[in-house]
């Protein structure tokens, strides 16, 4: 069930209804951009526009792609057709109107422009899944050539990218048409509804718990969740309603677990090494800024983070050259780093909250 992100979902209503802009949605990794986009697409439909949404793949072929979105709209929507007319009763719809010749950009802008009566929002999530160059360049040239014409149809982009940049890399003409909305963490209190509704979904009891599973989840909806989740089974193993932190201790162990199947062997190989090396507690809160601040390593928060000897930029150079774990993000402006696997922060970080929390419950008793 969804919780919070209030504010998130009027800037982009606000975006596609009041400036009718393209939009792209970028942030890391399991934020929340595809559940985000369901609410937005529901929310669209119930205020009357077409919706399509379509979750991108390495094999997404633009021609593709656009023949089956026309096929799905019926021909009520077209300018030059009455309501009455025959080709609207026997249910003709926008593909019957494309040449047999493979669709080009030109081609399709031109069906687009057609559209009256409605708006037409299209939504293509995991975008950067998308691999060929050819695709989203075409798709750069159709949001370039709808805003020409002030067509009613409009794309939302979603996808993992450190910046814009990453995302609409070959069309740096576009900028203008597009607004980029970031993703942040939710807020502490968003999580808290997360968790609420967990409860109210499970029927477990979560105040023992709430506290401890915000601290671990760091503003992320997936970790929220996946604890909660693993929190909640581990106490109806106990055949208890009451979820408690030792569940929950129960529960990052069963992540970590889950986690470090999908680290690939050779950074695993590395994680071993540092660890091996004493620097698991300094991996873990590098991997907490990273958490926080959308995958970036940047100066000021590794200085708030760790107490370091040196400049900042040194470090993260030596940390690199020692373990390949993190690198520095291409032409980023403030010269951060990123860890190079998605699945590496996260996996480090559980692994020092499982020390911690095992620490302070041992303590506790
Ligand atoms: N606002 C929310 N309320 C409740 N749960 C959420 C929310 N946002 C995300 N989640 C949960 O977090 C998990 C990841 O969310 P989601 O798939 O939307 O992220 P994503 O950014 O699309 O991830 P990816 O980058 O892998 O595509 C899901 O299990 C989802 O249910
Ligand atoms: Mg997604």
């Known amino acids: 069930m969804f919780a ?50 379509i979750s991108c793949g390495e094999r997404t072929d633009f021609p593709e792609l656009f023949r089956a979105i026309l096929n ?28 047999d010749a493979p669709l080009t950009v030109a081609a399709l802008s031109d069906v687009l422009a057609k559209i009256s009566g409605t708006r037409l929002l299209i939504v293509l999530d995991e975008f950067d899944r998308a691999h060929g160059a050819e695709f989203r360049r075409s798709i750069a040239e159709l949001i370039k050539n709808l805003s020409d014409r002030g067509s009613r149809v409009q794309l939302v982009i979603a996808g993992v990218a450190q910046n814009l940049n990453e995302i609409i890399e070959h069309i740096p003409s576009i900028r203008r048409n597009i607004i980029g909305i970031q993703l942040p963490n939710m807020a502490a209190e968003e999580i808290a509804e997360l968790i609420a509704n967990g409860q109210a979904e499970s029927g477990m009891e979560f105040a023992q718990a709430r506290r401890l599973i915000a601290d671990v989840a760091l503003g992320l909806p997936y970790l929220a969740s996946l604890i909660s989740q693993h929190a909640g089974l581990a106490a109806l193993e106990r055949d208890d309603s009451q979820v408690s932190p030792a569940d929950v201790e129960t529960a990052i162990g069963r992540a970590v677990e889950e986690i470090e ?17 004493g620097r698991e507690r300094e991996l873990g809160l590098l991997s907490r800024v990273a958490l926080q601040n959308s995958g970036r390593l940047d100066d000021m928060h590794v200085h708030e983070a760790i107490d370091l000897k040196v400049p900042a930029q040194d470090y993260l150079q030596s940390l690199s050259d020692l373990y390949g774990l993190i690198a520095p993000i291409n032409d980023d402006p403030r010269d951060a780093y990123a860890f190079v696997d998605d699945g590496v922060p996260v996996y480090l970080w559980m692994r ?14």
Request: net charge negative.
């Open 72 to 99: 799905d709209i019926p021909l009520l929507y077209h300018e030059n057709y009455d309501p009455t007319s025959d080709e609207i009763e026997d249910g003709l719809n926008f593909g019957h109107l494309l040449p």
């Open 261 to 277: 199947l999908r680290i690939a062997p050779a950074n695993r190989h590395q994680i071993d090494r540092a660890f091996a090396e």
């Open 4 to 53: 919070g992100r209030t504010k998130l979902l009027e800037s982009l209503i606000r975006s596609i209804e009041d400036q009718q802009m393209h939009l792209v949605l970028f942030g890391p990794r399991g934020i929340g951009k595809t559940s985000a986009l369901h609410v937005l697409c529901s929310i669209a439909q119930e205020a009357r526009y077409v919706v399509r949404y």
């Open 352 to 365: 020092l909250m499982q020390d911690h929390v095992l620490r302070d419950l041992v303590m506790q008793s």
